[in-house]
T-cell receptor
Framework: KNQVEQSPQSLIILEGKNCTLQ??????????LRWYKQDTGRGPVSLTI?????NTKSNGRYTATLDADTKQSSLHITASQLSDSASYIC???????????FGAGTRLFVKA | DVKVTQSSRYLVKRTGEKVFLECVQD?????MFWYRQDPGLGLRLIYF???????EKGDIPEGYSVSREKKERFSLILESASTNQTSMYLC????????????FGSGTQLSVL
C-alpha cells in the first residue's frame, strides 16, 4: 500500500535553533518527492522537489535530503525564524505521476 | 505572480444545502484539482480535470460533483451538504497532468451545521 508517514506530528523550537523533519514513504515505483510549507489559513507552497537521482536540494535555509534506498527524506531548517512556524507536508509521486500521496504534515512552532 | 483564487475563505452552511466552491486560476493551466484537508490526514483528492468540460473522480468523490465550463474556473459542488463534509477545501492547478508542480489556492474552510 502506498503510504507517506511524517514525524514528528508537531515540534516546538526556539528561534535561531535548527530542526529536522522526517518523511518515510512506501510509494512505488518512486518518481519524485516534494516538500511544501503551509502557513495557517493558506494553501501549501512548494519548497523543494527531488527526483530519484538527487540526494540533497537546498532552498535558502531549507535543505531536503533523499535516500531512495531506505525510502526516507528529511527537511532541515537552519537558524529558524518566527516565520517558519507552519505545517510542512511531504508529498510523494509514483512514476508516471498518476498516484500521488500526501503526508499528514509536521506542525512546527518557532518561539521567540 | 501566479495565482489561484478561491472565492470564499470561510463558509457556514446547513445540512442539506447545496454548496458551491469556486476556484479560478490565471496561469492558463489545463489541469485543476480539488482536495480536502482534515486534521491528522494528508490531502485527499476529490476530483480533477484535465480540460474544459472534462472531469475525473479522485480518491473520495462520493457526495461531490464538479463543473469546468471554462479553462480558468473549476467548481466543486456539494449536492446536499452533510456534517462529515466539514473540512478545509483546497483547489490547485498545474501545468502537468500528474499532481506535480501544484499551485494551491488559500483554501475554503467549510462548516456544515
Amino acid at each position: 500500500k502506498n503510504q507517506v508517514e511524517q514525524s514528528p506530528q508537531s515540534l516546538i523550537i526556539l528561534e535561531g535553533k535548527n530542526c529536522t523533519l522526517q518523511c518515510n514513504y512506501t510509494v512505488s515505483p518512486f518518481s519524485n518527492l516534494r516538500w511544501y510549507k503551509q502557513d495557517t489559513g493558506r494553501g501549501p507552497v512548494s519548497l523543494t522537489i527531488m527526483t530519484f537521482s538527487e540526494n540533497t536540494k537546498s532552498n535558502g535555509r531549507y535543505t531536503a535530503t533523499l535516500d531512495a534506498d531506505t525510502k526516507q527524506s528529511s527537511l532541515h531548517i537552519t537558524a529558524s525564524q518566527l516565520s517558519d512556524s507552519a505545517s510542512y507536508i511531504c508529498v510523494v509521486s509514483a512514476y508516471g505521476g498518476f498516484k500521488t500521496i500526501f503526508g499528514a504534515g509536521t506542525r512546527l512552532f518557532v518561539k521567540a | 505572480d501566479v495565482k489561484v483564487t478561491q472565492s470564499s475563505r470561510y463558509l457556514v452552511k446547513r445540512t442539506g444545502e447545496k454548496v458551491f466552491l469556486e476556484c479560478v486560476q490565471d496561469m492558463d493551466h489545463e489541469n485543476m484539482f480539488w482536495y480536502r484537508q482534515d486534521p491528522g490526514l494528508g490531502l485527499r483528492l476529490i476530483y480533477f480535470s484535465y480540460d474544459v468540460k472534462m472531469k475525473e473522480k479522485g480518491d473520495i468523490p462520493e457526495g461531490y460533483s464538479v463543473s469546468r465550463e471554462k479553462k480558468e474556473r473549476f467548481s466543486l459542488i456539494l449536492e446536499s451538504a452533510s456534517t462529515n463534509q466539514t473540512s478545509m477545501y483546497l483547489c490547485a492547478s498545474s501545468p502537468l497532468k500528474a499532481q506535480e508542480k501544484l499551485f494551491f489556492g488559500s483554501g475554503t474552510q467549510l462548516s456544515v451545521l
